[in-house]
């Protein structure tokens, strides 16, 4: 159940309830659009702790608070190191829980989020952890498909880029595994999706592992593009053996279906050209947009607004 309860990983959120926050999510994208003014969660403050840069989660979720009629406080500390240490975590999540009603973390740390968790009162949302995963995101993601395809359910979704280091990408597979799917992961061989997050996934869908875009480009009705996560890095040879691995242009958009879509958490560096952006089917300026929507729908069903 969500209300009251934090969502460290994607598995915090079960499929009915993803439903129910889908079709809140739509109400709240037709209000907005509408210009009505929502005061549900008036009197109620959601704290961000943004420790590694952001500009879509932060600003989606401060903006999906106020179209709440909620309040926002923030630290934002770019140098993550003086929080780097668990013990400096819990004792500034102690504080933020009596401060504010929810909070909002992202860290450069695996398993921060669930590591604030353990010392909050409040609800935790993870806004990304290191390379473990990023919920929200997900759930962004299952909307647009949802939205952009009619549906989730008996389609090729395949997987391109950094699927090693890439948090939405495992947030967003293990949250694929309870659909009827097929999954392609297309990665240079140093990239690959870990172990640990295949064990969890490959009993309950079908998944091709491959090298070669052109292998599954033409059956794909969803090219979810990541970059490769830099920062994650800690050997710079490592980092330049795989940098333009994968362009996506025009030319391998031809490739694909008439109703396919190319989705892309952002921001990107080079991996899809911006020539593709006027094809139709390039949809991830609307998957950032649908984040608003979605936020608001989970931070309303966390915190039992109406
Ligand atoms: C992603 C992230 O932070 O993991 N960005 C985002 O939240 N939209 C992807 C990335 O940084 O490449």
Same mark, same amino acid.
Not at 238 to 255: D, L, M, R
């Given at each position: ?5 934090? +969502?460290?990983?994607?598995? &915090? ?7 129910? !926050?889908? /079709? %809140?999510?739509?109400? $709240?994208?037709?209000? +907005? ?6 005061? #549900?969660?008036?009197?109620? @403050? ?12 932060r !600003? ?15 630290? *934002?500390e ?8 668990g ?10 829980a ?11 740390? &695996? ?32 909307y647009?498909?949802?939205k952009? %395809? #009619?549906? @989730?359910?008996? /389609?090729?979704?395949t997987? !391109?880029g ?11 597979l293990?949250? !694929?595994?309870?659909? &009827? ?20 996934v490959?009993?309950?869908?079908r ?5 070669? %875009?052109?292998?599954?480009i ?10 490769? =996560? ?11 053996? +795989?940098?333009?691995?994968?362009i996506?242009? #025009? ?16 921001p990107?560096v080079n991996?899809? *050209? ?5 094809d139709?089917?390039?949809? $991830?300026?609307? =998957? ?5 929507? +979605?936020?608001?729908?989970l931070?309303?069903? @966390?915190?039992?607004?109406k």
């Amino acid at each position: 159940m969500l209300k009251g309860n934090s +969502v460290v990983s994607i598995s &915090d959120i079960g499929k009915d309830e993803m439903f129910e !926050l889908f /079709k %809140l999510a739509d109400s $709240y994208s037709r209000s +907005v659009e509408q210009g009505q003014k929502i005061d #549900s969660l008036h009197g109620s @403050i959601m704290a961000t702790f943004f420790y590694e840069p952001s500009t879509r989660t932060r !600003l989606s979720f401060e903006s999906a608070m106020h179209r709440l009629g909620g309040s926002v406080i923030s630290v *934002s500390e770019a140098k993550s190191s003086s929080v780097a240490k668990g013990e400096t975590l819990a004792d500034t999540v102690r504080m933020a829980a009596s401060y504010s009603d929810i909070i909002v973390i992202r860290h450069p740390m &695996d398993g921060a989020a669930k590591l604030a968790r353990k010392f909050s009162s409040k609800p935790i949302i993870n806004a990304g952890d290191g390379s473990g995963q990023h919920p929200t995101q997900t759930l962004l993601d299952l909307y647009t498909i949802r939205k952009e %395809l #009619s549906g @989730i359910d008996g /389609k090729e979704i395949t997987m !391109l880029g950094d699927l090693r280091y890439g948090r939405t990408v495992h947030s967003l597979l293990l949250a !694929l595994s309870e659909f &009827d799917v097929r999954i392609n992961l297309v990665s240079p061989p140093l990239l690959r999706v870990p172990q640990h997050i295949l064990d969890q996934v490959s009993s309950r869908i079908r998944i091709r592992v491959t090298e070669n %875009l052109n292998d599954v480009i033409s059956e794909s009705d969803v090219l979810y593009v990541t970059r490769i =996560q830099k920062e994650r890095f800690t050997d710079e040879t490592e980092y330049n053996s +795989v940098i333009g691995s994968y362009i996506v242009n #025009s030319e391998i958009a031809s490739t694909m279906k008439k109703n396919s879509i190319i989705m892309h958490p952002l921001p990107r560096v080079n991996e899809i *050209s911006p020539e593709v952006d006027a094809d139709p089917r390039a949809a $991830y300026f609307r =998957q950032a947009a649908n984040g608003i929507p +979605v936020r608001m729908a989970l931070l309303s069903m @966390i915190l039992g607004g109406k």
